[in-house]
């Protein structure tokens, strides 16, 4: 959320605030009526008489004696967002509040988003509009409401830091807040969670989550059923992670050594050995290629069935060596490879890839091998939050998703003016022919700015991309700080300063920071913050979240984005097959064409993401409801005897007088209840193994034209039917050669893993399914000979 806003512009005649009012009533109806044809946007003019009632009871509360006002604060037991009367009540009491315990004033937008949050609805807000005390404004209407509250920032930092500001206004009203990261033991997390209202990540709750879905006895749960939620970043949340599985695992068997294929791989030549392909998603042998890896194995035949294993493992050696880029898609610190979230320019913690190909990056880089996991769970971030029942949230992009926000969930997004009116510059896009005098000409662009005292941020793509930048400026004699995955746990820092005068500060994806940049003495003076994107992302989303870090609340400030045709946007998404009409000296491209083909590659780019993230949801879709229902019986069996009687009945026979010898006695029943669950448990471990095991190579299955989702579902269904089947014939073997004196799991020697480990599994960076089918059968009917296909 937005950093902080102190009370500031304010005091001033009832005139005055109408003037205030009617501006920035204003500048929201021109956003409105630009906006009224984008799919998925709503019209909160109906909410205007509710802001104007909240402004005339702030002014009677706000001459109020503390003892007076607080008496007021807590006869307030319910907000009733659905009453145009009650909500106005309250926002006017909770604005007061937020005036006198955080020294935070509202200003009249952001009691407008506040409403239409309360209402349900997703709201645009622009960086440093103050979403932070908005969120704190909707968590404090909903838990009044008698809901439990999580609101999901985008990491531990952030949600460590709003609970401790946000905790005098909650108290103010009889309510707890707390914060759930990182480094919390089972007992402070199972009470921070029984608090009213609760600031954690969606990965702490997914993560919290599975492990109670592996708990044995109900009391050890940690997580109460999910109720409300409002989510930060919300685009971020449900777009860009939502299709990441969050995944709980136990030691593996280890794997086999396949240092020799790495090695092998490694010696090979692009364009001899292996093509690339032009989107940089896959690499596929050549024949050259496909007879090495024949000849270094003694002559095999690759594409035989006996080898199956060998022809998926040099896929993923391959893919490991030509396709994922060190500085790019992940970096290595302290000797571990660590994947970067290029939708947050930030390495993602406690993130890998499935085993196969995360072991070959290690190998590459020569790097210990980290054991494979054995999968106990997992669970999707999309499903994480679609487990809430009140669902709501914010961010700075939201109007750009609020199609897919329409779509996938039903919410329907509102635009928030801003308060005070937005004086950046944007400038249009220069576009140059190669990315060298791209960036020669942005070096020289930051190299004018900072001379003039003018700060200046500027947005990379990658890892690799900053370090290179900064250099360049470093030859230049331009001074920066580097903002990227390896430096991270500084970001606050660096972002707090990067307004001072003069400032120059290298940076990958801006999205989620958490913190505003505030113009430091003469800064605003000299122009403002220029923000400078070094070519565009793949989202136009990510574009405008880096442009909004300038001319907040009414800064002076300007943006521009430096392209070029060489930019991965346009050669990983398009073919050109023109030149550009003009051509300046420097490499300035002044051809409208071209622009509008670069617009056009953004656009081929987001249609792919969105691609690979339906395709995966449809992957995962018989899975979660295959899981349902095992969660379903396990709950029941988890804190109800009876079921647990009847699930027996059902294995050995109604009447069997084994029935009753596991169910006599409460001690009887526990290790039953305990076998039960452990066969379950592992039923479904076993299960998803062979998913994932079989995810990794399904897309064969169009050699042989098959579908390969059809083909997966399939054996989903097939497998699941087999699930209780076999947990059934285990439960019976067990408790039947159980002896007399068996109190636990180990005297049946049986054992749950004796550590586990959470992370979740990278997007897939090689493209979406329909990519990998269209590339394989394109090789088929070019060639004539199945090679190399696209690792899933």
């Not at 022809?311 to 571990?336: M, S």
């Not at 919410?411 to 020669?440: F, K, M, N, S, W």
Request: hydrophobic share 45%; aromatic share 4%; charged share 25%.
């Amino acid at each position: 959320m937005g950093g902080l806003r102190r009370d500031r512009d304010r005091g001033g005649d009832r005139a005055g605030r109408g003037r205030d009012a009617q501006s920035w009533w204003g500048r929201s109806q021109a956003l409105v009526r630009r906006l009224r044809e984008e799919p998925g946007t709503e019209d909160l003019s109906g909410l205007t008489p509710v802001v104007d009632a909240v402004v005339r009871g702030r002014a009677h509360l706000r001459d109020l004696p503390d003892d007076d006002f607080h008496e007021r604060a807590a006869q307030l037991t319910t907000c009733r967002a659905d009453d145009d009367e009650s909500l106005a009540a309250f926002l006017a009491l909770a604005g007061e509040a937020a005036r006198r315990h955080l020294g935070l004033d509202p200003f009249d937008v952001q009691l407008l988003a506040a409403a239409a949050m309360l209402r349900g609805r997703v709201v645009d807000m622009a960086t440093g509009e103050g979403k932070t005390l908005v969120g704190f404004l909707v968590a404090l209407g909903l838990a009044l409401d008698g809901h439990r509250v999580h609101v999901l920032s985008a990491n531990d930092y952030l949600a460590g830091r709003d609970a401790a500001a946000g905790a005098p206004l909650f108290a103010a009203f009889g309510l707890r807040v707390a914060a759930v990261v990182d480094g919390m033991d089972a007992a402070d997390r199972h009470a921070a969670y029984r608090s009213d209202v609760v600031y954690t990540t969606v990965h702490q709750v997914g993560f919290d989550v599975l492990r109670d879905r592996q708990r044995t006895a109900a009391a050890e749960r940690i997580v109460p059923d999910l109720d409300s939620v409002v989510v930060d970043e919300i685009d971020a949340v449900l777009l860009d992670d939502a299709m990441v599985p969050l995944v709980i695992a136990g030691d593996g068997e280890p794997g086999g050594d396949d240092g020799a294929l790495a090695s092998l791989v490694a010696g090979m030549t692009a364009g001899v050995h292996y093509e690339v392909d032009g989107d940089r998603r896959s690499a596929s042998f050549t024949e050259a290629g496909i007879k090495a890896v024949e000849r270094h194995f003694g002559g095999v035949q690759l594409y035989a069935a006996e080898h199956a294993d060998l022809l998926a493992a040099a896929h993923v050696a391959l893919h490991a060596e030509a396709v994922v880029q060190r500085d790019v898609h992940y970096v290595v610190t302290d000797g571990v490879v660590r994947l970067v979230n290029d939708a947050r320019g930030r390495v993602a913690d406690r993130q890998r890839w499935p085993d196969g190909l995360h072991a070959a990056i290690e190998r590459k880089e020569g790097l210990a091998v980290t054991a494979p996991a054995d999968v106990l769970d997992q669970v999707l971030v999309e499903t994480v939050v679609r487990g809430y029942r009140v669902l709501t949230g914010m961010s700075g992009t939201a109007v750009e998703a609020a199609q897919r926000l329409a779509e996938d969930l039903q919410l329907r997004t509102g635009v928030i003016g801003t308060h005070l009116p937005c004086v950046r510059v944007d400038e249009p896009d220069r576009l140059y022919a190669t990315a060298a005098q791209r960036d020669a000409a942005a070096a020289e662009r930051v190299r004018a700015a900072h001379a003039a005292g003018r700060p200046v941020l500027v947005g990379t793509r990658s890892v690799g991309d900053s370090e290179r930048f900064a250099a360049l400026l470093a030859a230049a004699g331009v001074p920066a700080v580097l903002l990227n995955a390896k430096n991270d746990a500084a970001e606050a820092a660096i972002v707090a300063e990067a307004g001072q005068l003069g400032a120059v500060t290298v940076s990958t994806q801006m999205a989620g920071r958490g913190v505003d940049i505030v113009l430091g003495p003469g800064a605003a003076e000299a122009g403002g913050l220029l923000v400078l994107g070094l070519g565009r992302y793949d989202s136009a989303r990510l574009d405008r979240q880096l442009r909004g870090r300038s001319g907040r609340q009414g800064d002076p400030g300007g943006s521009v984005f430096c392209t070029s045709m060489d930019d991965d946007v346009v050669t990983e998404n398009i073919v050109l097959g023109i030149g550009p009409r003009s051509v300046g000296p420097d490499g300035l491209i002044d051809d409208t064409r071209f622009t509008e083909l670069y617009a056009h590659a953004q656009r081929v780019a987001e249609g792919k993401v969105m691609q690979l993230h339906r395709t995966t949801r449809r992957y995962h879709t018989a899975t979660d409801r295959h899981r349902r229902i095992v969660l379903d019986v396990r709950d029941l069996l988890l804190t109800d005897d009876a079921a647990l009687a009847d699930h027996l009945a059902r294995i050995w026979g109604e009447g069997d007088e084994r029935v009753r010898r596991w169910t006599g006695t409460a001690e009887r029943r526990a290790l039953a209840r305990e076998v039960v669950l452990y066969h379950l448990d592992r039923g479904w471990s076993r299960h998803l193994n062979l998913l994932a095991e079989a995810r990794e190579g399904i897309h064969l299955r169009v050699l042989g034209r098959q579908n390969p989702l059809d083909q997966f579902n399939l054996l989903a269904t097939e497998d699941f039917r087999r699930v209780s089947d076999e947990a059934a014939d285990a439960i019976r073997d067990t408790l039947d050669h159980a002896a007399a004196d068996a109190a636990d799991l180990a005297d049946l020697g049986l054992r749950r893993p004796s550590s586990t480990w959470t992370y979740m599994i990278a997007d897939n960076p090689f493209g979406s399914e329909a990519d990998r089918v269209l590339a394989t059968v394109a090789r088929v009917v070019r060639r004539g000979r199945p090679r190399a296909v696209r690792y899933t």
